[in-house]
């Protein structure tokens, strides 16, 4: 027989929320591969010495571990594995297992420690056999050592990633307290200077002056040109004059000046306190290594499940002359990329700081941090810059809309239109509840549904939750298509500007099918989808899809908390989401569901029936250890038929006393309250891009626009991209009409990983049913079955 396959999974460095998700996919995937998986504890310190701290792992080891914070198996310090003999040992000890393929979860130290590792390997191994500890047959099989990195690390300071593992988590735990600060902020009208983690890199501190609508930031990668005590001071002042009670300054721990010059959080606080100066209340907050702790958000255990599944597969496929690659993510892909340039490229944005070379270090960040960072100024300056101003005859009048259900970073993104709206000089109009408000209560006295947004009310949105301008499902055609054209005739708007879920996308549609009958609608119009079903086309992901993660993992942590206190308890949770089965595949991802029911694959009784008798067995095995609980999630419309109450009861008949069950139904709670960073920050971003696409057309350009498919577009981030999509071509070739969902989804995939990761056996998918003629002719026996 072939020896089995033998990898080990290592956590190193700073810990980060996340590890645990990373440990447990790369554990489970390994087994369903066929492999023996190892743990090493305590991290390089562990393959240093070897022993007990080198373990073989079971399917039931990692039970219950999505849940938990910080790295259960261990990071420390390890000054030996620097020197040779320490390295010798640690191949030693990794040989005496069996071991050849090694998966790192660390950051850029201790991913650059594991390629030196690798590439020391084969001289390793001859000194091995050089000094008698092992002949050449013995070590045949080992010549060489696979590799695979995955990046944990709260500051997000990976070159060539996106995110990674655990830089949502802090952030989340940030803007939480920053939104605690800010009520005792506003109380007393103080100033707080909040310092954040980021020695080198400053997206902690970007990304929550983005998500929380703070004041100034100061971070590492983008010192301020020119005097930053005057800048700070003449924006802050600009705030104060307009009302604002309270000033929120959030700075990185490695914020410096243009000259190199650390900025503290006490020099700061002391400008704004000056008496002959702001005269500002102001207090210090340092958040610390509460950034580090808790348990990881639903993105972060996402991104670490998919990351763990994929890095076993890089491992299993590595050859000797694989460079070593580490796992990344651009937008919604999972990518394999060269270790070393990810590093070296890492390494370049720090020579590039301690240089006072800011401008490169701003173009080795992705992008998107560029972006994000103009994103912030715009949105902290609004009215400062009269070099932005239009002129005159190019300002438009822009009404702002939200169809549809309320989904979390709706406000951020109309706070972020606005405030471009004004910093360029158009008039930004809210449209308040929807078509319908604008049909029927458009000059309501003393408040109609048409009025101009107040900037000091709408500043403070940025991380309020649902829709502050109201929402409405009803379409144009229902409101009267003739009514919505004249009244946008009449109130002379120049472009529309929607956000909302697959209504909002029916209902540009509509307008625009409706330009041929109606010249006023023969303006700009664009869409930001913003629902938690995340089943708009034309885009992959979709505002408050993450908010409603969150808070469905949440809800369902506290549940299985509740099944594996009592027991042998399934709980069948039912997801929103309509006809898309992305919540109900995302939430069973992040919180290790054992089965996921969608109305894309749908559910029959066989299904159910290869369901009940794995969870038997499950539970037959289960010899008295914690964490035992189990947790099934269905979506709403997964069924006609079953439902979560329907299912609940059925596994509890068929248990026959051997197990219970129990039916949860979160609801409208998924919708949720605060909405998440991710959110906040993607509204931002998204809805400036909105504005801007809008801005080209200008006014009084109805015959151009009536000929321009890219004049009624949907945003969205495809792939690796964030890209404008003309309606007609998604109404055409992307949208599955009957399902008010797209045809195709990025995440369909992912359900298989769900099944994996569950341990749910195979079973025959459901049959697809039979609609119209063809239904009719099975029924009466004129065709076959």
């Known amino acids: 027989m072939v020896a089995r396959k033998k990898i080990a999974i290592m956590t190193s460095g ?41 373990r073989k792992m079971e399917w039931h080891d990692v039970r219950g571990w999505l849940s938990e914070g910080g790295t259960l198996i261990g990071t420390a310090r390890c000054m030996a594995f620097f020197e040779r003999a320490g390295r010798l040992a640690a191949a030693r000890n990794l040989i005496s297992q069996g071991i050849d393929a090694l998966i790192i979860c660390g950051g850029d130290g201790s991913l650059t420690g594991a390629d030196r590792f690798r590439a020391e390997w084969p001289t390793l191994i001859e000194e091995l056999e050089a000094n008698g500890e092992y002949t050449a047959d013995q070590l045949a099989p080992y010549r060489h050592l696979n590799i695979v990195g995955l990046v944990g690390s709260i500051d997000n300071d990976l070159s060539g990633t996106d995110a990674t593992i655990g830089c949502y988590s802090a952030l989340a735990r940030i803007c939480y307290a920053i939104d605690l600060i800010e009520a005792t902020a506003s109380s007393h009208s103080r100033a707080f200077v909040i310092e954040v983690m980021g020695r080198h890199c400053g997206w902690l501190a970007l990304m929550a002056g983005i998500a929380t609508g703070a004041d100034f930031i100061f971070i590492p990668e983008k010192p301020r ?37 650390k900025i503290t959080p006490e020099m700061v606080k002391d400008l704004l306190a000056d008496k002959k100066g702001l005269g500002l209340d102001t207090r210090i907050t340092t958040l610390g290594h509460v950034q580090r702790g808790g348990t990881a958000v639903a993105y972060d255990r996402m991104l670490a499940t998919l990351q763990g599944v994929e890095a076993v597969k890089a491992v299993l496929e590595a050859t000797p002359e ?10 919604n892909k999972i990518v394999r990329k060269p270790l070393m340039q990810a590093v070296q490229d890492t390494k370049r944005v720090a020579k590039a700081i301690e240089s006072q070379e800011f401008d490169q270090a701003m173009a080795l960040r992705d992008t998107e941090f560029s972006e994000q960072y103009r994103s912030f100024m715009m949105t902290t300056a609004v009215q400062m810059n009269e070099k932005m101003l239009l002129p005159e005859k190019e300002r438009m009048k822009i009404g702002f809309i939200n169809v549809g259900a309320p989904a979390g970073g709706m406000n951020a993104a109309v706070r972020a239109g606005v405030a471009y709206c004004l910093s360029r000089g158009h008039e930004p109009v809210a449209i308040y509840n929807g078509f319908a408000g604008f049909a029927r209560h458009h000059d309501d006295k003393p408040l109609g549904a ?55 996308f029916h209902a540009v549609s509509q307008l625009r099918k409706a330009r041929d009958q109606y010249p006023s609608l023969c303006i700009p119009i664009t869409l930001l989808p913003a629902t938690i079903s995340n089943n708009v086309p034309g885009t992959e992901y979709s505002l408050g899809s993450d908010t409603c993660l969150n808070e469905l993992v949440e809800y369902c942590d506290k549940i299985k908390q509740s099944a594996s206190a009592t027991r042998r308890r399934v709980f069948v949770i039912e997801t929103q989401g309509g006809r898309s089965g992305y919540v109900a595949t995302l939430g069973g991802l992040g919180v290790g569901a054992s089965a996921v029911y969608t109305p894309e694959e749908g559910v029959s009784l066989e299904m159910l029936a290869a369901d009940v008798r794995h969870l038997k067995e499950v539970f037959a095995q289960d010899k008295g250890q914690s964490r035992a609980g189990r947790l099934i999630l269905i979506n709403e419309k997964a069924s006609k038929v079953y439902n979560a109450r329907l299912i609940a009861e059925i596994l509890r008949e068929e248990a026959h006393g051997r197990f219970e069950s129990r039916e949860g139904i979160p609801g409208h709670m998924q919708q949720g309250g605060v909405p998440s960073p991710m959110d906040r920050c993607r509204a931002v971003r998204l809805a400036i891009r909105c504005i801007q696409h809008l801005e080209q057309y200008g006014r009084n350009v109805h015959n151009r626009v009536k000929n321009d498919p890219m004049s009624a577009t949907v945003i969205g981030i495809k792939g690796a991209s964030v890209v404008f999509t003309p309606v007609t071509k998604v109404e055409e070739e992307e949208t599955d009409w009957p399902n008010r969902r797209p045809r195709a989804a990025h995440w369909l995939g992912m359900k298989e990983i769900v099944d994996i990761l569950g341990g749910r056996p195979k079973y025959h998918a459901p049959e697809p049913d039979l609609t119209g003629i063809k239904a009719k002719d099975v029924k009466r026996g004129i065709e076959p079955l």
Request: hydrophobic share 35%; aromatic share 8%.
């Open 450 to 504: 048409v009025r101009p947004f107040d900037w000091l009310e709408v500043d403070g949105w940025a991380s309020k939750g649902g829709s502050e301008i109201g929402t409405n499902r009803e379409l144009p055609s229902e409101s009267g298509m003739e009514t919505i054209a004249n009244l946008i005739e009449q109130y002379q708007f120049d472009a529309l500007f929607l956000i909302g879920g697959f209504e909002a």
């Open 322 to 331: 694989t460079p070593t690659c580490v796992i990344a993510i651009n937008e």
């Open 225 to 261: 040109k020119d005097n930053w005590r005057e800048e700070m001071c003449s924006i802050v002042e600009h705030h104060r004059k307009q009302g604002k009670r309270k000033t929120i300054v959030i700075i990185a721990e490695g914020a410096l000046d243009r000259e190199g010059n």
């Open 14 to 54: 700073g810990d980060s929320p996340g590890m645990n998700g990373v440990v447990r996919a790369c554990v489970r995937m390994a087994i369903h591969m066929g492999c023996d998986p190892y743990c090493i504890y305590e991290g390089y310190e562990g393959l240093v010495r070897g022993g007990n701290l080198i």
